[in-house]
């Protein structure tokens, strides 16, 4: 059963465009979220986080959005830029992330240039 | 940075034979993850630790045992290595924000 689900397996954008990565959600026990992203060969880099109590984060060119009733978060890039080709992870956790990250199954974005 | 090392960074091995992965932080973190990283599954948590001697299961604990008798290390094994545990080991810690992760190792079960 997986309760973070990341639909979109890859997508492309071309250099300066907005990139949306897409999330959605089961579990209604989740409170708190976050974005990470994967370099080949790397460990995953935290990007960005949004608590239930907010529908809105943005840190410079990377803004998390969150719709509870529909169990969905998107994350906004703008200007894509190339170096932000990589693989992104939704994660979410409980307890305002005191709990254990549950994972989705990754976006692979390519940004051409 | 969050100070965390993994080793080894690569292995390869052959089924039935044990195998420990170790986990090295250096900034004096109680919790610290164990996750396995495989194609169409994303990150999946295998076992965790809140203290030392204190662990607990993870989604997919089978076949994996671990152990924490030093804050600074966690080591992860695998008592008799099949192929379907060939994959990219990462351990992580519990950061004032969130999980921070080490580089990975990945491991090849032939």
């Known amino acids: 059963d997986q309760q973070v689900k990341q639909n979109s397996p890859s997508l492309s954008v071309q250099e300066g465009r907005i990139s949306i990565l897409n999330c959605d959600y089961t579990?209604?026990?989740?409170?708190?979220f976050l974005w990470y992203k994967k370099y080949p060969a790397e460990g995953p880099t935290f990007l960005i986080s949004?608590?239930?109590?907010?529908d809105k984060n943005e840190d410079g060119r990377f803004t998390v959005f969150l719709n509870k009733s529909a169990k969905h978060l998107s994350l906004h890039i703008v200007p894509s830029q190339p170096g932000d080709s990589a693989v992104y992870f939704c994660a979410a956790s409980g307890n305002f992330g005191n709990e254990k990250l549950t994972f989705g199954t990754g976006t692979r974005l390519t940004i051409i240039p | 940075d969050a100070g965390i090392t993994q080793s080894p960074r690569h292995k390869v091995t052959e089924t039935g034979t044990p195998v420990t992965l170790r986990c090295h932080q250096t900034?004096?973190?109680?919790?610290m993850y164990w996750y396995r990283q495989d194609p169409g599954h994303g990150l999946r948590l295998i076992h965790y630790?809140?203290?030392?001697?204190?662990?607990d299961k993870g989604e997919v604990s089978d076949g994996y045992s671990v152990s924490r008798s030093k804050t600074e290390d966690f080591l992860l094994t695998l008592e008799s290595a099949t192929s379907s545990q060939t994959s990219v080991y990462f351990c992580?810690?519990?950061?004032?924000?969130?999980?921070?992760f080490g580089p990975g190792t990945r491991l090849l079960v032939l």
């Open positions: 992580a810690i519990r950061g004032q924000e969130t999980q921070y």
């Open positions: 949004i608590s239930s109590i907010k």
């Open positions: 630790s809140y203290g030392v001697k204190d662990t």
């Open positions: 579990n209604s026990m989740f409170d708190y």
């Open positions: 900034e004096n973190h109680r919790y």
